[in-house]
């Protein structure tokens, strides 16, 4: 158990240090207002839950288990209705079957949901109709309409973002109970976009020993789904508002040290993991497990020291190192930081996010990514893992479960004209819910290499 860092941490300690990706509230007295009733409220999530989540992460660092994240790169308050929510859970929960199928070992699911609303962005203004205003910075912080009142930093909506937080987990909570029941209608897996795909016929055949084996157990053992029945889901989104995270991290009776009960785990994002900043100074002080984006611009000594000061201790399921070179960049970067990290004894649980060093922008200006291309960063990342007797533990993915058209390409051969179709994401390009079970069989495969 990490006990805290040091002395004079403590939740709030991080405003004595420089904060980068967090605009000044134009007004303190509604800030401190806010920041005091959102400390005032009930816990999202438990320390019990919390620590079963880094127990079974640090199953994932000795290659026990594999690790999915995903969700929205944004989620909005807007977006906090029951279809939306049924279908992020109806993808991750049948990306993480494919997974357990074909790997046959544990998955644990973290989704990118309930508090990831929340965006670091390159500049703080942007100009619209010769006015400048602040950039839009997620639900989290402003309003996404492009008037200058709107996009005013607005402490409401910290307290209005811990209220959505809420009602998605409620609501997450009680579809991944009855998690299973979806396992009982292969109808529902929607696989006829991959007819025309190569791997079709495998495609089907996974789908189909699937049910099989759920009959089959039902057949003989019939209670057994409903003991099973509670799939377990865990939340987690970028620490980057450090007022939301900072007032519900609390001490608990039981343990030693804080907990940052917004999520049952959060990530420090790659622009803001400088040693000497704020969100550094937040992590250091927390028991939750912890996220680490690591990608270009960045120092390998720089790195080895952040891991050190995050977990002092070497507590397995501690930290997970999420990589995010992109395709061109991994096969230089990859194994340099495979060789330091195994250097350090670290025992980290190694993820792949091979989003967001493939992002571009179209001939027209739409913000996407290539499916090959993040297919090329997973199986380069896989490759690269197992030549250096390392174990890439995990895959971190935008993805949605709707019908979205932001990235190209996929058994569909989705293009950039269709783009425009029905292009949703406040943020970064999302795989849709084809697409995202492609990739998770594609995943699957280069895992069983
Ligand atoms: C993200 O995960 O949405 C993100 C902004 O990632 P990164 O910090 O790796 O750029
Ligand atoms: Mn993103």
């Known amino acids: 158990m990490q006990e805290v860092a040091h002395k004079n941490w403590s939740p709030t300690s991080w405003k004595d240090k420089p904060v980068k990706q967090l605009p000044e509230y134009p ?36 290659g026990k288990a594999f690790l999915l994240q995903g969700g929205d790169c944004a989620e909005s308050f807007d977006a906090t209705k029951a279809p939306k929510i049924v279908n992020m859970v109806k993808v991750l929960l049948q990306t993480s079957f494919i997974l357990i199928h074909e790997m046959g070992v544990p998955v644990l699911r973290v989704g990118r949901i309930a508090g990831q609303y929340a ?8 100009m619209v109709n010769g006015e400048e205003i602040h950039n839009y910075r997620g ?19 910290l307290l209005e973002g811990y209220h959505k937080a809420g009602l998605t987990l409620n609501f997450l909570r009680a579809l991944a109970d009855e998690g299973f029941a979806d396992l009982h209608h292969p109808e529902q897996w929607e696989l006829d976009f991959m007819q025309n795909n190569e791997y079709y016929a495998e495609y089907e055949d996974m789908v189909n020993s699937i049910t099989k084996a759920v009959r089959f157990v039902e057949s003989i053992a019939p209670d057994t789904f409903s003991t099973l029945q509670k799939v ?7 620490a980057l508002n450090l007022y939301y995270d900072s007032a519900q991290t ?36 927390i028991n939750n497990p912890v996220g680490i984006k690591v990608g270009p611009p960045y120092e390998i000594d720089e790195t080895m020291k952040l891991i050190e000061t995050l977990n002092p201790n070497h507590e397995a399921g501690k930290i997970v190192l999420i990589t995010r070179f992109g395709k061109d960049t991994v096969e230089k970067e990859l194994p340099k930081l495979i060789q330091a990290v195994r250097r350090e004894g670290f025992p980290v649980v190694w993820s792949s996010d091979p989003m967001h060093g493939n992002t571009f922008s179209t001939d027209g200006g739409i913000k996407t990514r290539n499916f090959d291309d993040i297919l090329s960063e997973v199986q380069s990342s896989f490759a690269i893992h197992r030549s250096e007797g390392s174990y890439l533990g995990g895959v971190h993915l935008e993805l949605t479960g709707d019908n979205v058209t932001e990235c190209v390409g996929g058994a569909k051969g989705l293009g950039e004209k269709e783009l425009q179709h029905n292009y949703e994401t406040f943020c970064d390009p999302r795989l849709n819910y084809e697409q995202s079970l492609e990739m998770a069989f594609l995943v699957a495969r280069e895992w069983k290499k």
């Open 232 to 238: 377990d889901f865990y939340t987690s989104h970028e």
């Open 139 to 157: 639900d989290l912080i402003n309003g996404y309409e492009s008037e200058s009142g709107i996009r005013m930093p607005d402490p409401q909506r």
């Open 27 to 62: 007004d303190q007295d509604r800030l401190d207002k806010s920041f005091e009733t959102l400390k005032s409220l009930p816990p999202l999530v438990t320390s019990w839950e919390i620590e079963a989540l880094k127990d079974k992460l640090a199953n994932v660092a000795a």
């Open 119 to 126: 965006k670091p962005r390159s500049n703080d203004f942007e």
């Open 250 to 285: 609390r001490p608990v009776p039981r343990k030693k040290g804080y907990f940052n009960l917004s999520a049952h785990m959060v990530w420090l994002g790659n622009r803001t993991r400088d040693l000497d900043g704020a969100h550094v100074e937040y992590f250091k002080g």
